[in-house]
């Protein structure tokens, strides 16, 4: 079973400032990592995912994350926010022991408020 | 344009009374999932199907049902509806592409109110 710790639940930053926000996991097997964000009353939207290869990965809306597998992180980061990304996110991961059926364990999200 | 579709989007129901959240998919994807979503709790998996006639429990089922008959859809049945169940709801389906990507796609969410 795996498990995903997202330590701050709040992040108020000012506009054009840079942002990251923190997710650790714990898993015993290989994994897959994503965030995802949600808009005020939307769904959630992908922003990135790891699956293997380079380890920075760039996503959607100038966001991108670095997996460390030594300290088992998924930290998601913007060199400069904008009001717009004000919205909750959520790291999420999967274990790939089952091949296109994996199931995904969401941390409990954090909300990025961005200030004018 | 494929999508996901939730009905209804807004729902208020009494204690004891059964409820049934749809989740209408067009991408004809195998897998669909349910989750709830609460403050404090990130989303939690509720059921989830990896085809017709394939369902299975989540982290938190207890209360809850699901049945696939076909690959578009997978009711989510709340059997006698409790206050603990007042949450916003979301449905779920992935796909592995060809060159073995995973992604796993959200709908617009259900809001339950049970009084």
């Known amino acids: 079973a795996q498990s995903v710790t997202q330590l701050d639940s709040q992040v108020p930053v000012f506009e054009e400032a840079p942002v990251e926000l923190r997710c650790n996991y714990s898993?015993?097997?290989?994994?897959?990592l994503f965030w995802y964000v949600q808009y005020p009353n939307q769904g959630l939207q992908l922003l990135l995912k790891?699956?293997?290869?380079?380890?920075l990965v760039k996503g959607i809306n100038g966001f991108e994350a670095e997996f460390n597998k030594s300290q088992t992180s998924f930290h998601l980061r913007k060199p400069s926010v904008h009001i717009s990304d004000t919205a909750e996110y959520f790291c999420?991961?999967?274990?790939?022991?089952?091949?296109?059926?994996?199931?995904?364990?969401f941390g409990t999200g954090t909300r990025l408020t961005i200030i004018p | 344009d494929a999508e996901i579709t939730q009905s209804p989007r807004h729902k208020i129901t009494e204690t004891g009374r059964q409820v049934t959240l749809a989740c209408h998919q067009t991408?004809?994807?195998?897998?669909m999932f349910w989750y709830r979503q609460d403050l404090g709790h990130g989303l939690r998996l509720i059921h989830y199907?990896?085809?017709?006639?394939?369902?299975n429990k989540g982290e938190v089922s207890d209360g809850y049902s699901v049945s696939r008959s076909n690959t578009e859809d997978l009711p989510l049945t709340l059997e006698s509806a409790a206050s603990s169940q007042t949450s916003v709801y979301f449905c779920?389906?992935?796909?592995?592409?060809?060159?073995?990507?995973?992604?796993?796609?959200f709908g617009p969410g259900t809001r339950l109110t049970v009084l």
């Open positions: 991408w004809n994807h195998n897998n």
């Open positions: 199907s990896y085809g017709v006639q394939d369902t």
């Open positions: 779920a389906s992935s796909e592995v592409s060809a060159s073995g990507q995973y992604t796993q796609y």
């Open positions: 999420a991961v999967s274990d790939h022991t089952n091949f296109g059926n994996e199931k995904l364990t």
């Open positions: 898993s015993s097997v290989s994994v897959y």
């Open positions: 790891y699956l293997s290869g380079s380890t």
